[in-house]
């Protein structure tokens, strides 16, 4: 294992702050601190600098180490080592023999953010091989790089500035307005009116700018281009301050004097250093207030955990793959059922993992909830499993929370008061139950197109209460 070490305690379900960390987001850690310390090593070597910023700068003060309901790592360069760090960023790549990519308006035309975004490769990848690199994490993991930019010292420019970028982000705004117009049930629709609109600005801009807007991107991606260019255009020996444009137009506040960002120091991150602004706590209090220090949770700006979108968008095809090393099981519905009303239990792991800290104890809350109640119902469990391949290396992502499941599903079959059913017969199941409790997926998908109930369980809470209802009422409609 090349770079960062970390003891197996470090991947373990943790309570921070109240805050319960599961093993998977634990292992996702430890993959963007590795991602991090590639980035430091390649900038030292090339007199880069960089800062934490946001949430990260936040917890390296506060936690040493992660905010315990964050998942991301946000780091800051003022405008010349960023504009050196994007262009030199293949080099990163060939240095580190990793397939390291970076998003911004320059290298993804369909990219729209005002800063980059770097991953450790090209999609989430189970392989046992890159799940022994990366700590376990199969999700694509690396920090957002914010730039940073100087407003000009004299008031003149800085208003130009500011009047020129409010004008492109309305021609931004314009281009996104029209490109959302122009599909409609299928059927391309011109808003002449608006069209217009934005071609007015954008021959504008590119008289009063130089710029020149061409057919090959997208409209709004060159704006976007464009939009950065203008906030480069103050060099350090013109300025007094730094700050990130599309806060500064919010806020005029939020802005700092230059040496600020210009000079670092380096606090305990976790295992490593983190490089902070040399006057972190004032920096701090701007962007949180004076009580910066007193633990808040902040709602994620892109929901959390940050992999559950990359999780779910493998759809089925970890399901897929579980139907091959099902055992050869039979069940005999006929003679355990015995009058009772049949719940057919699905866990997928794909859920299971995005739901990591909470997703064994839920389970079992829910298996014995319905020993408490199988003298109504029978409980057909069907437990997605953790497949174990080359190709798919599932037992690496989450070690710990797999030998707890798995120790579910022995005690369950051992007691014995609901089916276990490890067949990979899907069509029995479904054809045998008389409802669907439990995770989305291939099975739900069934269910519902045999006409079943179908009720999703949420790891996020007890939903025990509402299964039984939901139950009754299925029952007091079949009899009405």
Request: proline share 4%; with cysteine; charged share 30%.
């Given at each position: 294992?090349?770079?960062?070490?970390?003891?197996?305690?470090?991947y373990?379900?943790?309570?921070?702050?109240?805050?319960?960390?599961?093993?998977?987001?634990?292992?996702?850690?430890?993959?963007?601190?590795?991602?991090?310390?590639?980035?430091?090593?390649?900038?030292?070597?090339?007199?880069?600098?960089?800062?934490?910023?946001?949430?990260?700068?936040?917890?390296?003060?506060?936690?040493?180490?992660?905010?315990?309901?964050?998942?991301?790592?946000?780091?800051?360069?003022v405008?010349?080592?960023?504009?050196?760090?994007?262009?030199?960023?293949?080099?990163?790549?060939?240095?580190?023999?990793?397939?390291?990519?970076i998003?911004?308006?320059?290298?993804?035309?369909?990219?729209?953010?005002?800063?980059?975004?770097?991953?450790?490769?090209?999609?989430?990848?189970?392989?046992?091989e890159?799940?022994?690199?990366?700590?376990?994490?199969?999700?694509?993991?690396?920090?957002?790089?914010?730039?940073?930019?100087?407003?000009?010292?004299?008031?003149?420019?800085?208003?130009?500035?500011?009047?020129?970028?409010?004008?492109?982000?309305?021609?931004?705004?314009?281009?996104?307005?029209?490109?959302?117009?122009?599909?409609?049930?299928?059927?391309?629709?011109?808003?002449?009116?608006?069209?217009?609109?934005?071609?007015?600005?954008?021959?504008?801009?590119?008289?009063?700018?130089?710029?020149?807007f061409?057919?090959?991107?997208?409209?709004?991606?060159?704006?976007?281009?464009?939009?950065?260019?203008?906030?480069?255009?103050?060099?350090?020996?013109?300025?007094?301050?730094?700050?990130?444009?599309?806060?500064?137009?919010?806020?005029?506040?939020?802005?700092?004097?230059?040496?600020?960002?210009?000079?670092?120091?380096?606090?305990?991150?976790?295992?490593?250093?983190m490089?902070?602004?040399?006057?972190?706590?004032?920096?701090?209090?701007?962007?949180?207030?004076?009580?910066?220090?007193?633990?808040?949770?902040?709602?994620?700006?892109?929901?959390?955990?940050?992999?559950?979108?990359?999780?779910?968008?493998?759809?089925?095809?970890?399901?897929?793959?579980?139907?091959?090393?099902?055992?050869?099981?039979?069940?005999?519905?006929?003679l355990?059922?015995?009058?009772?009303?049949?719940?057919?239990?699905?866990?997928?792991?794909?859920?299971?993992?995005?739901?990591?800290?909470?997703?064994?104890?839920?389970?079992?809350?829910?298996?014995?909830?319905?020993?408490?109640?199988?003298?109504?119902?029978?409980?057909?469990?069907?437990?997605?499993?953790?497949?174990?391949?080359?190709?798919?290396?599932?037992?690496?992502?989450?070690?710990?929370?797999?030998?707890?499941?798995?120790?579910?599903?022995?005690?369950?079959?051992?007691?014995?008061?609901?089916?276990?059913?490890?067949?990979?017969?899907?069509?029995?199941?479904?054809?045998?139950?008389?409802?669907?409790?439990?995770?989305?997926?291939?099975?739900?998908?069934?269910?519902?197109?045999?006409?079943?109930?179908?009720?999703?369980?949420?790891?996020?809470c007890?939903?025990?209460?509402?299964?039984?209802?939901?139950?009754?009422?299925k029952?007091?409609?079949?009899?009405?």
């Amino acid at each position: 294992m090349r770079g960062l070490e970390f003891s197996e305690q470090f991947y373990e379900r943790e309570t921070r702050d109240g805050f319960v960390v599961g093993e998977v987001m634990k292992r996702c850690w430890a993959a963007g601190l590795q991602a991090l310390e590639d980035v430091k090593e390649f900038c030292k070597s090339q007199d880069i600098r960089f800062f934490a910023v946001y949430g990260t700068l936040l917890g390296t003060v506060r936690h040493g180490g992660f905010i315990p309901w964050d998942d991301d790592i946000d780091i800051g360069m003022v405008r010349d080592d960023y504009i050196r760090f994007t262009e030199l960023f293949p080099k990163l790549a060939e240095h580190t023999g990793e397939d390291y990519q970076i998003f911004n308006p320059y290298t993804r035309d369909w990219y729209c953010m005002n800063f980059s975004h770097m991953v450790n490769g090209r999609d989430l990848s189970f392989e046992r091989e890159h799940l022994q690199k990366w700590h376990g994490c199969p999700f694509l993991v690396g920090p957002d790089i914010y730039p940073y930019y100087y407003i000009p010292r004299n008031k003149e420019e800085e208003e130009y500035i500011m009047g020129l970028l409010a004008r492109i982000d309305s021609a931004i705004a314009l281009s996104r307005q029209s490109a959302k117009q122009s599909q409609e049930e299928g059927k391309f629709v011109t808003d002449s009116r608006l069209n217009e609109m934005l071609a007015y600005a954008l021959v504008e801009l590119q008289h009063e700018t130089g710029y020149e807007f061409s057919t090959d991107r997208p409209i709004g991606n060159q704006l976007e281009i464009l939009y950065d260019q203008v906030c480069r255009l103050t060099p350090s020996e013109d300025a007094d301050y730094l700050t990130r444009y599309d806060e500064y137009a919010k806020d005029r506040s939020k802005k700092f004097p230059k040496e600020w960002l210009e000079n670092v120091v380096e606090l305990p991150f976790e295992n490593i250093r983190m490089p902070v602004p040399v006057v972190y706590d004032e920096v701090l209090k701007k962007r949180f207030g004076d009580r910066f220090m007193m633990p808040a949770r902040e709602p994620s700006l892109h929901g959390y955990p940050f992999y559950a979108k990359q999780m779910r968008e493998v759809g089925n095809k970890i399901e897929e793959r579980e139907r091959t090393i099902q055992t050869t099981d039979q069940i005999n519905i006929a003679l355990q059922a015995d009058g009772r009303c049949v719940v057919l239990f699905y866990t997928a792991v794909r859920e299971m993992i995005i739901s990591s800290a909470a997703a064994v104890a839920k389970i079992e809350k829910i298996l014995r909830f319905f020993q408490t109640q199988q003298e109504r119902y029978l409980l057909w469990w069907v437990p997605g499993r953790f497949i174990e391949e080359k190709d798919m290396a599932m037992d690496l992502t989450a070690p710990q929370m797999k030998r707890a499941y798995e120790k579910l599903i022995d005690d369950y079959r051992t007691e014995g008061y609901g089916i276990c059913d490890l067949s990979g017969d899907m069509e029995q199941a479904v054809r045998c139950c008389d409802l669907f409790y439990g995770d989305q997926g291939m099975l739900s998908e069934k269910a519902a197109e045999a006409g079943k109930r179908v009720y999703l369980q949420d790891y996020g809470c007890d939903d025990t209460d509402l299964v039984l209802k939901f139950i009754d009422e299925k029952q007091a409609e079949e009899q009405s």
